[in-house]
């Protein structure tokens, strides 16, 4: 059975180039699962989807912790531990990565024994992130080397065929060039063995409190209130800027904030509005001299219960 993960951040279009590759697999005669797997939806935090194919029926159910592929659409998320980008990589294990680096400084960075590949610097779809999602699944596929052009042709009409020609087309495009540029690699991702049940290892759960449906569904009908929607509470992780280090960069964590959660104080510093700070975590992979880093929701709130740091 084929194992695949596609790691990006809510926007990239994950869930979607999961579908186009799934459909790809089916019209090859697979039996597939593809979904994905994220929290609350937001733009900018991690999420991830899967996609398993076998010429046999899959009795296999949740989420996929061994992958055979896994491909990472944004390598920002490759430090962030919430990310879960690296859990359960081998040696058997195959990674694409969308990155300037090369994938020897990957592998160096990483310690990984198995095989890495990088999305080649020189093509353009790596600024056009509406898609990266397309150009992933085009490399995933020839990697797979068991999906052919004429159904990855197929599987990209078909998920996105009601977003309209110019756009089927565009994704066509993006996604057959970079199925030609692994040409050289075509096959190297191999069927993992079956998962043992006796070796099956439970997921950590993250106990959450139920809520009042009053508190927690609030009715707004007024316009322009989406600052009373405290969208902080989503958070599981929470950036925290070490003024010390701070060069007072402020326009780069504050342009890359993807909910304009991080304002500039009249001293020049940046301040983090975590009434609204999903926290997606990238200003921490974003920040220059390092100064911000992420700590556990739960402990941070410990802290501020105790009078220390918030």
């Known amino acids: 059975m084929y194992r695949i993960r596609f790691h990006g951040r809510g926007g990239q279009g994950m869930k979607t180039a999961s579908r186009i590759l ?8 697979y039996e597939v699962q593809d979904a994905p797997r994220y929290g609350a939806e937001r733009r900018g935090a991690p999420i991830f989807a899967y996609v398993r194919a076998d010429q046999n029926p899959i ?5 996929i912790t061994q992958a055979d592929l896994i491909i990472v ?33 990957w592998k160096h960075r990483l310690n990984l024994s198995g095989q890495v590949f990088t999305l080649p610097v020189e093509t353009e779809d790596r600024a056009e992130l509406r898609f990266i999602g397309a150009t992933c699944t085009g490399a995933a596929a020839k990697l797979l080397g068991v999906i052919s052009r004429e159904s990855l042709i197929s599987a990209i009409e078909e998920e996105l065929g009601d977003l309209g020609q110019s756009v089927v087309e565009k994704n066509q495009h993006k996604a057959l060039t970079a199925f030609d540029q692994m040409d050289a690699h ?39 209130n989406s600052v009373q929607v405290k969208t902080g509470l989503w958070r599981t992780q929470r950036p925290v800027i070490d003024y010390e280090h701070c060069s007072g960069c402020w326009w780069v964590c504050s342009t890359f904030c993807p909910d304009a959660a991080i304002n ?12 609204h ?13 390092h100064a911000i880093h992420a ?13 220390g740091q918030s």
């Open 22 to 29: 799934g459909t790809a697999f089916f019209l090859q005669g």
């Open 59 to 63: 009795n296999e159910r949740g989420i």
């Open 73 to 105: 659409a944004d390598d920002s998320l490759v430090p962030v531990p919430g990310a879960g980008v690296l859990a359960g990589v081998d040696e058997h294990t195959i990674m694409l990565i969308n990155s300037d680096q090369s994938p020897e400084v």
């Open 186 to 224: 075509a096959g190297c991702v191999t069927v993992s063995e079956k998962v043992s049940a006796a070796d099956y290892t439970r997921p950590a759960w993250i106990e959450l409190p139920f809520e009042d449906a009053r508190i927690s569904a609030p009715s707004i009908h007024a316009a322009a």
């Open 264 to 275: 500039v104080d009249a001293s020049g510093h940046p301040q983090i509005d975590y009434d």
């Open 277 to 289: 700070c999903k926290g997606c975590m990238v200003c921490v992979a974003q920040c220059p001299p």
């Open 295 to 307: 700590i556990a929701e739960q402990q941070a709130q410990a802290e501020e219960a105790q009078g």
